[in-house]
């Protein structure tokens, strides 16, 4: 459900890798500041293992932050070192499918190949117990109206090859889409309905009585590959960035008014909870 359009399409262009010495930057800011976090995510809107530098970094920030679950979301149809990914000291490594069979992958993952994602998840395993690692290897099936027939393989693969399964319900995804489906229902219901349950998700939809409580708010610090802060993930327009991760004092980021939060917090939406 990560959006794939032209404006992030423009950004990535402009900045399509984050570099190892931005990287540890970040990181030295973090150590700097003497901030907790609990987990340090890569992959928000793009495939970090293109990324070279990935083993390093991930390295870097196990050096730095012990005490921090590392993750890597991807899609895994590419795998340039599976001994360097494990090695580098990853906690998880999270992987997102669609379906089990090309047909059904193809859908949602454009131009994506299943056979090779489901090798490189067995590289992965295989490599795991190669190092002795307890690298958790999480495959996240994406639930889709058209795909719940496979949801029983792809439970079955998990527990073949020792891997934990994660069933995601897929949503109307970001403040910006779901903004623009609330103010056309009938041109973007007749879009969703073809793979949501747009019924459901109506349900589950809800408004903020203050932004202030949101918990993509108090949860995150996004950071683009070029230092530049997002909201939150569920925020993809450039229009609403924050400066740069080295403007703020890092416990002051979510201090920072946005207008993108009050909107977010009047609009009906399902992904908060």
């Not at 928000?44 to 530098?53: D, K, Q, V, Y």
């Not at 027939?149 to 779901?178: M, S, W, Y």
């Not at 903020?208 to 993509?216: A, F, I, Q, T, W």
Request: positive net charge; proline residues 4%.
């Amino acid at each position: 459900m990560c959006p794939n359009n032209e404006a992030l399409a423009m950004r990535r262009a402009r900045k399509p890798m984050m570099e190892y010495g931005l990287f540890t930057r970040i990181i030295d800011k973090i150590a700097a500041e003497r901030v907790y976090f609990r987990a340090v995510w890569f992959g928000n809107w793009g495939e970090s293992l293109l990324n070279p530098a990935l083993p390093r970094m991930i390295s870097y920030a196990r050096a730095c932050m012990p005490k921090t679950e590392i993750v890597v979301f991807t899609n895994l149809n590419v795998l340039k070192d599976a001994k360097a990914l494990i090695g580098s000291g990853i906690d998880t490594v999270a992987v997102s499918i669609s379906g089990m069979t090309q047909e059904m992958y193809g859908r949602n993952h454009c131009n994506g190949d299943i056979s090779v994602v489901l090798e490189n998840i067995r590289a992965l395993a295989r490599e795991r117990a190669s190092q002795g690692r307890r690298t958790r290897i999480r495959v996240r099936f994406h639930s889709y109206l058209y795909n719940g027939h496979q949801e029983d393989a792809a439970r079955k693969f998990c527990a073949e090859n020792g891997l934990e399964f994660e069933l995601v319900r897929c949503f109307i995804p970001g403040v910006e889409a779901t903004v623009a489906y609330h103010r056309d229902k009938k041109r973007w219901g007749v879009y969703y309905r073809r793979f949501i349950d747009l019924d459901r998700e109506e349900r589950l939809m809800k408004v903020l009585p203050d932004y202030r409580v949101c918990p993509m708010l108090n949860d995150q610090v996004s950071v683009d590959t070029d230092g530049r802060l997002y909201r939150c993930c569920a925020v993809y327009t450039e229009a609403y960035l924050l400066g740069s991760f080295f403007d703020h004092p890092i416990r002051r980021i979510q201090e920072i008014k946005s207008p993108v939060c009050m909107l977010c917090a009047k609009t009906p939406a399902s992904w908060r909870w």
